[in-house]
């Protein structure tokens, strides 16, 4: 087994000249004292227009949060016994879900055995997987 024991960041001869190729290919030309001036100028402006847009986006943010935590506000149950969730007090679809829920808890019988709980198919071969 044989290790490559060279720096990866070292270039063989080749290599660095073929990096310093490509990047005096994509330099841009050097810039005359008037272009400069405009450059040096415009980017000071846009650097100084993103402070009142960062302010805006954080009071955006600010009230978006309040706005969230508000609507989540008006959605906890008030009233009734704390920690237990009466329909009445529950927005409309969670309450017809609690109320499918109860239901279903009616309709189920005492099991006698966990045997009992299983579907058919799966008390066929529970023998096989089960050990008791």
């Not at 704390?82 to 009445?88: I, R």
């Not at 279903?104 to 050990?131: F, G, K, Q, T």
Request: net charge negative; glycine share 6%.
């Amino acid at each position: 087994m044989t290790h490559d024991r060279r720096d990866p960041m070292e270039l063989a001869p080749d290599e660095q000249a073929l990096v310093r190729r490509i990047g005096d290919l994509y330099a841009a030309p050097p810039l005359s004292g008037p272009h400069r001036t405009r450059f040096d100028a415009r980017l000071a402006e846009r650097v100084g227009a993103r402070a009142p847009r960062t302010r805006a986006l954080v009071g955006i943010s600010f009230a978006a949060v309040a706005a969230a935590s508000f609507g989540l506000w008006m959605m906890v149950p008030r009233g009734g016994t704390p920690g237990v969730d009466t329909p009445s007090a529950l927005p409309a679809p969670l309450a017809m879900a609690a109320q499918d829920d109860d239901a279903i808890l009616a309709m189920m019988e005492p099991i006698a055995s966990a045997d009992e709980a299983l579907p058919e198919d799966y008390r066929a071969i529970a023998d096989l997987v089960i050990d008791e």
